[in-house]
């Protein structure tokens, strides 16, 4: 069934607790927790419960969870103190563009200069 957890799945393994992860904010649909290779000060995965594969398919499926992956994301960056200064937030499409989990998620990005264009 598209949304049910995989059992090869390390994000579905840290919403269920068999995994550890350092979380900062949850809700209902969502898991944010920090990552365990940060490329900032900040750097906060935001994750649905549900699986599914990217932040694209996510919204097909399931638009409002989308939405609380992203509302989550500035509440994220309030909590961190980095709403004020700017943060980014990112989703990894592919092996191409850098993806490993395949499970969609947020990366929530602050408390450096963030250059643009992104590398
Ligand atoms: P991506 O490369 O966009 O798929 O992002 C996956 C992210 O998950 C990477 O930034 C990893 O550092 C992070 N990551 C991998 N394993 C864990 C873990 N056990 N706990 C927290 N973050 C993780
Ligand atoms: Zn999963």
Redesign the pocket.
Known sequence: MPGEPQADC?FCK?VKGE?P?TVVRETETTVA?????PQAPTHV?VIPRLHYPDAASLAAAEPTVLADVLREAGEVAEQEKVAGTGYRVVF?TGAGA????FHA?A?VLGGRGLEWPPG
Do not use: E, K, P, S
């Open positions: 390390l840290i995994i992860a927790f920090r990552d365990i290779n995965l990894n850098g993806q490993t989990v998620h990366h």
